[in-house]
């Protein structure tokens, strides 16, 4: 068996848990405007923006260089959380597993806390941890806080 583990993160953001779940949710259309250095497009591939089990395709630059990935989504309403799981793209050549929960938690009024879980087991032991991937989503998540904040 290949090597597994989880990352576990937080990322601080201002105003509202429910807009910025909403962002993640259902408005990744608005991801290649808001933060367009990281994504380049994002689309449906199955199902609807906002649905549970819809698939998404994403296209975005990771060290500088575009790739690809293609996800199924998990909506957890009660909680403020989507968990995207890993179908087939660049990261999925050198892992088997890989699913991320974003998860919105409202500290004060004005400021909330963005928990991010990724679960990852590599294909072979020979291939790298995903830690840049962590580093990647925590900086999306960050990126986006001035963009939700604007609306």
Known sequence: MATSGTYVTEVPLKGSAEKHY???????????DAIGHHIQGVTVHEGDWDSHGSIKIWNYTFDGKPEVFKERREIDDENNAVTVRG???????????????????QKSPDDIVCKITMVWEKR????????NYM????????????????D
């Open 22 to 32: 909403k962002r993640w949710k259902s408005e990744n259309h608005l991801f290649p």
């Open 87 to 105: 179908l087939e793209g660049h990261v999925m050549e050198t892992l088997k597993v890989y699913d991320t929960t974003i998860k919105f938690i």
């Open 124 to 131: 072979t032991d020979d291939s790298p941890e995903p830690s």
């Open 135 to 150: 580093k990647f989503v925590k900086s999306m998540v960050a990126d986006m806080d001035n963009h939700v904040l604007k």
